[in-house]
């Protein structure tokens, strides 16, 4: 079997990088570490994943997604609490597609424990 690096954009397998995540073997220990693999659930079309890890408060009922969206790479860009000591966080990145870019700064929070995503505001 070949390993192959993660979607993410780190150079980790994924497997060892946002695979575990995914699989519920362990929680992303930071907001980053979440978007980045809430990234990568986008791409590998884990909907369930997605709404797992979407506060309460502002999960949707459902998700559906694109399966014809070709994501092509993430790029953070900014970080801003977020770590283990922190309750609340900011992401902005930039995740490209074909076709196009998605220029977001996401909200994160903690909920018993484990980030969440709130919500995001799309940028210019």
């Known amino acids: 079997m070949t390993t192959r690096s993660c979607p993410c954009g780190l150079p980790e397998p994924y497997e060892k990088c946002c695979g575990r995540f995914l699989a519920g073997t ?29 506060h309460p408060r502002t999960r949707p009922a459902r998700l559906d997604l694109d399966p014809g969206t070709r994501w092509a790479g993430l790029e953070v860009l900014d970080t801003t609490g977020g770590s283990a000591f922190h309750s609340t966080g900011t992401v902005t990145f930039r995740a490209s597609y074909r076709g196009g870019a998605l220029h977001e700064r996401s ?9 969440v995503y709130v919500d995001g505001e799309f940028l210019a």
């Open 26 to 54: 362990a929680a992303a220990p930071t907001a980053e570490a979440l978007m980045r693999s809430r990234y990568t659930a986008f791409v590998r079309l884990d909907a369930a994943y997605l709404l797992r890890t979407w």
């Open 107 to 115: 909200r994160f929070e903690r909920v018993d424990g484990a980030w």
